[in-house]
């Protein structure tokens, strides 16, 4: 792995595996893994929708900055970074500068199988259903392909193969 580049930064959209991954990347590096939404959550002492109700979503998009910054002057770690970190140019430059950029994909049906449950999405409430979590992820996927150093499907996978192929990308 370039040494240059200590953090490893899960992006993707919401389900597409990337706290699952962080763990598994775990077990095989030992990194520690930072959950953004849980850290801000535990930081704020609110869920994050009752943060986007109360102070909106840029309040949260800067909380999300600022947890980046702060992660770059940490120990080599693993982030499982919000669904909409990639969104925000700021985001991309400082994943950059500290670490390697990992964008999971899943197609909507499998995104759908692992979100459909889930109370906590604000993004999806009201919309959960498969042609609106693949109309926003047609929206997002351009500025997830462009932070990304390199691109993981996971459709299919397990996630000791998904972190050994994140493992194997990053060290060639």
Known sequence: ???EKKNIFLIGFMGAGKSTIAR???Q???YPVVEMDE???KEQGMPISKIFETYGELYFRELETKLIQSLNQQEPTIVSCGGGVAMRQENVDC???GGSVVFLTATPQT???RVKNSTDRPLLNGHMNVAYISELMEVRRPKYEAA???LVATDGKTKEEIAEEIIGR???
């Open 24 to 26: 598994a990347i775990k």
């Open 39 to 41: 850290r801000i959550v």
């Open 148 to 150: 990304a150093d390199i």
């Open 1 to 3: 792995m370039n040494k």
């Open 95 to 97: 994943m950059r500068d």
């Open 170 to 172: 990053l060290e060639e």
């Open 111 to 113: 995104i759908y199988e």
């Open 28 to 30: 095989k590096l030992g």
